[in-house]
């Protein structure tokens, strides 16, 4: 604080091609940003599907060859990184298309930092911890093209990967100022073939983004109004996608708002998040379906700090009630989405609610929560959730 003014970083996004079809650009797009040998990361169950086979041939035509990437698991892991650098490094590759949700988007971003920096730098040496980054030779950064396929995570307008340590299971946040992606193509038509339960937690991690962000107390005005926006979006949009998956005015509605998500959470995340993570990196779960699990109960912990706040925000959103309706309101959307009803139904073990608070109490989202997060009240808080 100088003189009583809050004192912050901000950033905000690269050039975004909304609309669609627009994939059909990203031939050209990675020539104008100096990509001629592209590695296509994208994950398992996507590698095989006509959007992907559709893009790689775009490709192709341009002269840019057809080389793809799909090693990346469900939560990516330091092992799927060291596999996609390989395939990187053989293939003489100049760049990286990630095509796909989170976890290829992130994973595409890690190969694109690590695959080219000094023999004997550990990706754990950049996880996002004060200034860390400076230990990345910037220089040997590969430009990358980010697609995503699915309205959820945000990936595309970050310049972070989240990675999980497959010894540990702890979840870290790798961050460099020059992982943002030189375009993001933003196709809605992309992510109509998504099943519907991949729509459902995509969509509820957009609207986790932007309420986190929104409820936290950081000084962010900017982030501030967009994931207000973001949350009406996701609550006008999401059951409509949900019902019509081929309502296409409504995925680009949820594209913007995973998008905004991601841009607003430069303001905070908080015990949402820091519950998520941990649950995901040992049991494997979706990350989105899981914010939205935890989320009312998180709600409920935080309502001494966020209960104004979130009055306003209900407001804004025609929401009648104030706290209490916008609680509501989430609670009927997760009924409208099938979202499991706690942590036992995601099978989540008692017996691991120990290791697993330690664990969230580590995870650098606590920092970003209204309430202060102690051992006492997380542990309480994975009973409640349960």
């Not at 009630?321 to 942590?343: C, K, S, T, Y």
């Amino acid at each position: 604080m100088t003189h009583g003014v809050p004192n912050r970083n901000w950033s905000y996004p690269t050039a975004m091609k909304f609309g669609v079809g627009r994939v059909a650009e990203l031939a050209e797009h990675c020539k104008a940003s100096g990509i001629l040998r592209p590695l296509l990361v994208t994950d398992k169950a996507l590698a095989s599907l006509p959007i992907t086979a559709a893009a790689l041939d775009g490709l192709a035509e341009a002269g840019l060859g057809r080389a793809v990437f799909s090693e990346v698991d469900a939560n990516p892991t330091e092992r799927n990184l060291a596999a996609g650098i390989a395939a990187f490094l053989a293939g003489g590759h100049d760049g990286i298309v990630g095509f796909g949700g989170g976890s290829a988007l992130d994973l595409a971003k890690m190969i694109a930092l690590m695959a080219h920096q000094p023999a004997g730098l550990e990706v754990w040496e950049l996880e996002d911890i004060g200034d860390w980054w400076t230990r990345a030779d910037r220089s040997k950064i590969m430009p990358t093209i980010a697609v995503p396929t699915t309205a959820g995570t945000g990936s595309e307008v970050g310049r972070a990967g989240v990675l999980t340590n497959s010894v540990t299971h702890r979840k870290k946040i790798i961050w460099h100022p020059d992982l943002m992606a030189r375009v993001v193509i933003c196709d809605p038509a992309l992510t109509v073939g998504m099943p519907r339960f991949i729509t459902a937690g995509t969509g509820m991690d957009a609207l986790a983004h932007c309420l986190e962000a929104y409820c936290s107390p950081h000084y962010h005005p900017m982030g501030q109004g967009i994931a207000l926006e973001g949350m009406r979006l996701v609550f006008e949009n999401l059951p409509k996608v949900y019902a019509d998956p081929n309502d296409l005015m409504a995925r680009g509605h949820m594209m913007s708002a995973a998008a905004m998500g991601a841009v607003a959470f430069q303001k905070g995340l908080g015990a949402i998040h820091s519950l998520s993570h941990p649950i995901g990196a040992v049991y494997n779960t979706h990350h989105g379906t899981t914010n939205a699990v935890v989320m009312p109960m998180v709600l409920d912990f935080n309502r001494p700090a966020i209960e104004g706040v979130i009055t306003s925000a209900a407001a804004y959103l025609g929401i009648a009630g104030g706290f209490d309706g916008f609680r509501a309101r989430v609670m009927d959307l997760r009924a409208e989405l099938a979202i499991p009803a706690n942590l036992t139904a995601l099978g989540v073990k008692a017996a691991d609610l120990d290791m697993l608070t330690g664990m969230a109490l580590e995870d650098p989202s606590c920092g970003g929560n209204p309430v202060e997060m102690t051992e006492a009240n997380t542990r309480a808080l994975f009973d409640a959730c349960m």
